[in-house]
């Protein structure tokens, strides 16, 4: 009698354990489904059919540059109504990139769709140009990248814009940036074109001397750079020279180095900052 009431014991304890993990797993199952209830509901937007709003990135090509131009949702509406001008972006790659990098790598898309739906971001029209075509060595492209053609005629490119796409002609709603390579023609950009962009992003940028400012001083000025970046010695040189000349910028740095999940976060940030 003593062992069968042992092993009654043992089997009693054993249901126990086994009821309580049991409700463990069952506690966890309804959480989690509240969780994905909860993520669904607040990537919804209020819409007049219930759907999300959703943009589309369409290719195109603009005074011979390949391009990829993301439009949101209310453009094709807009277009048809002649309605308000939409604030633009001019978003630029880096080296050995081309204009599908920030459409692919960068998830653009996707991120510019959940900004909106959560209502963090106006509604802008995003031009992703080829602004450093690929060469075949390191030394062909950072020529082609450098030899300053790309902002002598960016001026003509962007009017070629405003002539195809219903975009602002107006420097508070008109923004610019890029990452690497494409930080450093954002910055040529600007210093060829002053006041002519109200917004200025520059990521893990390659920032050259000789520097200016003159003319973009009222500029919203952003960049940023990881902890682990190859360039992030470039930036702080860069930085000291904006400090000593007493010019105002918003300074963001991240863990990590010169890479996507970096520069996803860091557009992200910035598209919140635009008009």
Not at 36 to 41: A, D, E, F, R
Not at 61 to 81: H, K, S
């Amino acid at each position: 009698m003593q062992v069968f009431g042992n092993f009654i014991w043992i089997c009693e304890k054993k249901a126990v354990i086994l009821c309580s993990y049991l409700n463990v797993l069952i506690m966890k199952k309804i959480f989690f489904l509240l969780m994905m209830v909860s993520l669904i509901m607040s990537c919804k937007t209020p819409c007049s059919d219930g759907q999300p709003k959703v943009g589309t990135i369409e290719k195109d090509t603009i005074l011979g540059v390949p391009c990829c131009v993301y439009l949101p949702d209310a453009y094709a509406d807009r277009m048809q109504n002649q309605e308000t001008l939409f604030p633009v972006l001019y978003l630029q790659h880096g080296m050995w990139g081309n204009e599908n990098d920030w459409k692919e790598q960068g998830r653009l898309l996707a991120i510019m769709d959940s900004l909106l739906q959560r209502g963090l971001v106006r509604e802008m029209v995003i031009v992703m140009p080829d602004n450093c075509p690929g060469r075949p060595t390191y030394e062909e492209e950072k020529e082609n990248a450098m030899n300053g053609e790309w902002e002598a005629n960016f001026a003509a490119f962007m009017a070629q814009t405003e002539q195809r796409y219903a975009v602002s002609t107006d420097p508070s709603h008109r923004a610019i940036a890029g990452l690497s390579m494409g930080g450093y023609h954002t910055q040529q950009v600007t210093m060829t074109l002053p006041n002519q962009f109200g917004f200025i992003g520059v990521f893990s940028a390659l920032i050259t001397p000789p520097y200016s400012m003159e003319g973009n001083e009222n500029a919203l000025y952003w960049m940023a750079i990881g902890k682990d970046d190859f360039l992030y010695d470039t930036i702080q040189t860069y930085r000291r020279w904006l400090d000593t000349n007493h010019y105002e910028y918003t300074y963001y740095e991240s863990a990590g180095g010169h890479e996507w999940p970096n520069w996803q976060d860091y557009i992200c940030r910035f598209l919140q900052k635009l008009f």
